[in-house]
């Protein structure tokens, strides 16, 4: 594969994994109003993380999400959500380029990957997501370990920016217990992938 296909494919599939992530939180939050005892969150989970590069798995589901009962979720103010998620990954790159290590990929190979996302769009409303690419590449650079992969700004932008979203209620502490595990499992999966298709440029 050439180097060419290899950054727009990388950046393809962090795209993907983004808005896959996204509409997996959504449909937990869904089943949390709908059927909160009868659905097991799990095979959200399960669909989601077999294929994190298909956002429309989850209609395997056979869920269709009503938007009237999804609340804020299902506004568009809602939606920045996705671009700080497609952030949050990117900034990633230099570590993954790391675990790469057959790869040919150079750093500015990794930083072309940035600028295609980034046009895809990025949201990181007052630096809610504390980390940026340059840091995560000066750790690299450091010899440093990777932080762990945080969920902390989601909590943050619901209690800054969100409305009713914020109420503690049990939807609203569900989808926080179910953010605070998607969110890893997900970026272990796209690492995963990232790292077998860097390694054959």
């Not at 594969?1 to 896959?20: Q, R």
């Not at 989970?45 to 869920?63: A, D, H, R, T």
């Not at 996705?82 to 990117?90: E, Q």
């Not at 750093?107 to 046009?119: A, M, P, R, V």
């Amino acid at each position: 594969m050439t180097t060419d296909e290899v950054i727009s494919k990388s950046a393809d599939i962090i795209d993907l994994a983004a808005e896959s992530l996204f509409n997996a939180v959504r449909y937990c939050y869904f089943v949390a109003d709908s059927d909160f005892y009868n659905i097991n969150v799990k095979d959200i989970f399960k669909i989601g993380l077999s294929n994190i590069v298909k956002p429309e798995c989850f209609e395997n589901l056979g869920i269709v999400i009503d938007e009237k009962k999804m609340g804020e979720m299902g506004t568009e103010h809602f939606r920045e959500i996705l671009g700080i998620i497609r952030y949050s990954f990117a900034i990633r790159l230099p570590f993954i380029k790391r675990y790469a290590e057959k790869t040919s990929l150079k750093d500015n190979h990794i930083k072309q990957i940035y600028d295609i996302l980034e046009g895809y769009g990025f949201l990181n409303p007052d630096g809610i997501v504390e980390e940026s690419f340059k840091s995560m590449a000066w750790l690299v650079k450091t010899k440093k370990n990777e932080p762990a992969f945080e969920t902390e700004w989601f909590r943050r932008w619901i209690y800054t920016y969100g409305h009713d979203l914020a109420a503690i209620n049990n939807r609203n502490m569900f989808i926080l217990g179910c953010v605070e595990a998607l969110f890893p499992l997900y970026y272990a999966s796209l690492q995963d992938i990232l790292v077998k298709l860097m390694n054959e440029a």
